[in-house]
């Protein structure tokens, strides 16, 4: 199989097949991978802006009954020491927060609690875009769909129906790990399967639900799953109706073990910075469908994020005002507005703040838009 004739294939954003994709992967040297990615990214996303944005991660509640091995954040519903579900209040004071910082979006997640079913959710959103009309909701992820669609005696269809009528403004690509039935059932096995998550957002996307796709890696996928899972995100979007948005972005991340049932089993994070900086380059290659590759400085630090831009992404996402989650398992990187955008700038890049959708919104804020 010829490197050049994948090379030229993917500028011409055919798709690969999965032997081309594999060998892209596994065989190209990064020079060329990451120069390819580059010259895909000027004809998808062309010029030299550098998109970012301001949101802040509230977390719904932290039980859940999905056990994941990788996930500290968690608790059971029995541990009443350790169990929250965020009160009205507590919103209030962080969604006020979130605005006079310039934010403009809550990304709400909160796991698979056995008793919140569709009527809390409804009742929460209703509530948020009550007090704060502004605010948009990009919340859940299609575990917890299929989780409160179950609890609840509902379809997924109709559940997301519901939440889009209470609020739902977009949902993150959360819980998608590696798209490998075997690595779910190796690091997650109480989760809603591997086809679920496919199906709820295909869902999502008949629906005119804007959505995100993400990847976790470096735990106990092969390359080959890797792949596998690029392909898999790249074929639902090709099913997306015409005129939806469908995936907006990919997101890859490497997984953190500090703590987690993982690193107790004797999985722990090996991070490389050129490992990362191939993801990033074969996620612009393969996925000839999606326009939008983010860099996640919050796992892999700003120098690794400032070469994914030259690799192929074209995004740094959200300053997190706030995130628990994968800080719970060793990510401690931090930004502001000022640092990100520095961060940006240093790369070589002109920074500019975009919303979900990825319009681009003015910076700085004046005070009618806080």
């Known amino acids: 199989m010829d490197n050049e004739k994948i090379y030229r294939k993917a500028l011409a954003l055919e798709p690969l097949t999965a032997d081309e994709a594999m060998r892209l992967y596994d065989t190209a040297p990064t020079g060329e991978l990451t120069l390819l990615a580059w ?30 091995k990788f996930c500290n954040f968690h608790c059971k519903p029995h541990d009443t020491q350790r169990a929250f579900v965020t009160s009205r209040e507590e919103y209030r004071e962080k969604i006020a927060q979130t605005l006079a910082l310039g ?16 009527d809390f959710y409804e009742e929460l959103f209703r509530d948020l875009k009550r007090m704060f009309p502004r605010i948009r909701l990009h919340a859940l992820g299609a575990p917890e769909v299929a989780h409160i669609a179950r609890i609840s005696g509902l379809t997924t269809l109709e559940t997301l129906r519901r939440l889009m009528a209470a609020g739902l403004d977009s949902l993150p690509g959360a819980g998608a790990e590696i798209l490998d039935p075997d690595v779910r059932r190796a690091i997650s096995p109480a989760k809603p399967s591997v086809a679920s998550w496919l199906a709820v957002m295909h869902e999502a996307h008949t629906l005119g639900l804007a959505t995100s796709a993400t990847m976790m890696y470096g735990h106990v996928e092969q390359p080959r799953q890797r792949v596998d899972h690029l392909l898999a995100i790249r074929d639902l979007q090709a099913r997306c109706p015409e005129g939806k948005p469908g995936f907006l972005a ?12 993982l690193e107790a089993e004797g999985i722990s994070t090996d991070f490389s910075p050129l490992e990362y900086i191939r993801i990033i380059a074969a996620s612009r290659l393969i996925l000839n469908n999606i326009p939008n590759i983010q860099a996640s400085w919050l796992t892999v630090g700003r120098q690794t994020a400032q070469a994914a ?37 240093e790369a070589g890049f002109t920074p500019r703040l975009r919303n979900q959708l990825y319009e681009l919104r003015p910076w700085p804020l004046d005070d009618t838009l806080r």
């Open 103 to 118: 934010g403009d979006q809550l990304l709400l997640q909160g796991g698979l609690h056995p008793q919140l079913g569709i």
């Open 39 to 68: 010259e895909l990214r000027q004809k998808q996303v062309p010029g030299d802006v550098v998109t970012w944005q301001i949101d802040r991660n509230v977390n719904i509640t932290n039980v859940c009954i999905s056990g994941c």
């Open 250 to 261: 990919f997101i890859p991340w490497i997984f953190r073990s500090t703590g987690t049932r």
């Open 309 to 345: 831009l030259h690799s192929g992404a074209n995004d740094m996402g959200s300053i997190m005002i706030e995130e628990h989650v994968v800080s719970s398992a060793g990510a401690d990187n931090r930004f502001d507005a000022e640092g990100i955008q520095q961060a940006i700038r």
